[in-house]
C-alpha cells in the first residue's frame, strides 16, 4: 500500500504539471502582437496602394480568414485595425469582416483577403476565391506566396513588403509603383 501511495505521488508530482502546461499552451497563440500591430497598421494602406481602391465607393472591407483555433488572434487583429483607424482611412470607413476557410464567400464584398495560418487545402481555397474574385489576398506568413498568396510582410531588420507579382497580374491585382519599389518581390524557384 506504501508503494502505491508514493507511485500516486510521484505520478502527480510529475504529470500533473506537465498536464497543466500542456493545457495552457493549446491556449497560447503562434502570433506575434508587436506583428499583428504592424499588420493592423498595412493592411488598409495596402488596399490604398492598389488597384482595390476603384472598387471602393463608401467603404474599404477587410475580410480576416482563420481557422477556428485563431479565431481570438483575428479578433485581436480587427481590435487593433478599429483602434489604429477609428474613423477610417482616407475618408473611407473599414468594415472588418471575420470567418474561416470553410465560409471564404463572407469576403465577397472585400478588396483584401488577409489569411491566418492553415491548412495548404484551406490557403489554396481562399487563394482560388481571391484569383476568381479579383481580390487582394495577403497572409500573416510569407510562406504562403509560394502557394500564390499576393502579399505578406518580410520581417528582418527592417519591416518590408513582400510581393509575388505573377500571383498580383494572376488576381488582376496592380500596387502602385512606390509600393513596388520599396518591396522585397518573391520569385519561384522556376523564375530564378
Same mark, same amino acid.
Given at each position: 500500500?506504501?508503494?502505491? *501511495? ?7 508530482? &510529475?504529470?500533473? @504539471? ?12 503562434? =502570433?506575434?502582437? *508587436? ?8 493592411? @488598409? ?36 485595425? *478599429?483602434?489604429? =483607424? @477609428? ?13 474561416? &476557410? ?26 482560388? &476565391? ?13 510562406? &504562403? ?16 513588403? =513582400? ?12 500596387? *502602385? ?16
Amino acid at each position: 500500500m506504501k508503494r502505491l *501511495d508514493t507511485i500516486k505521488k510521484a505520478l502527480y508530482l &510529475y504529470f500533473v @504539471p506537465f498536464l497543466m502546461l500542456y493545457a495552457s499552451s493549446l491556449n497560447a497563440s503562434g =502570433y506575434d502582437d *508587436d506583428v499583428l500591430e504592424i499588420f493592423s497598421k498595412m493592411l @488598409p494602406r495596402f488596399v490604398l496602394m492598389s488597384n482595390q481602391k476603384n472598387l471602393l465607393k463608401e467603404r474599404l472591407e477587410i475580410c480576416i480568414l482563420n481557422d477556428k483555433i485563431d479565431e481570438k488572434t483575428a479578433l485581436i487583429l480587427m481590435s487593433k485595425i *478599429d483602434t489604429n =483607424y @477609428p474613423n477610417g482611412i482616407k475618408n473611407y470607413k473599414i468594415r472588418l469582416v471575420e470567418g474561416d &476557410y470553410a465560409n471564404v464567400n463572407v469576403c465577397r464584398n472585400s478588396q483584401l483577403i488577409f489569411m491566418f495560418d492553415s491548412t495548404d487545402e484551406n490557403i489554396a481555397k481562399a487563394i482560388r &476565391y481571391s484569383k476568381e474574385n479579383h481580390v487582394l489576398s495577403m497572409s500573416y506568413d510569407a510562406k &504562403y506566396l509560394e502557394n500564390g498568396v499576393g502579399a505578406s510582410l518580410f520581417l528582418g531588420r527592417k519591416v518590408v513588403p =513582400y510581393i509575388n507579382i505573377n500571383a498580383l497580374h494572376k488576381n488582376g491585382v496592380e500596387f *502602385d509603383n512606390l509600393l513596388v519599389q520599396i518591396s522585397k518581390i518573391y520569385a519561384s524557384e522556376e523564375v530564378r
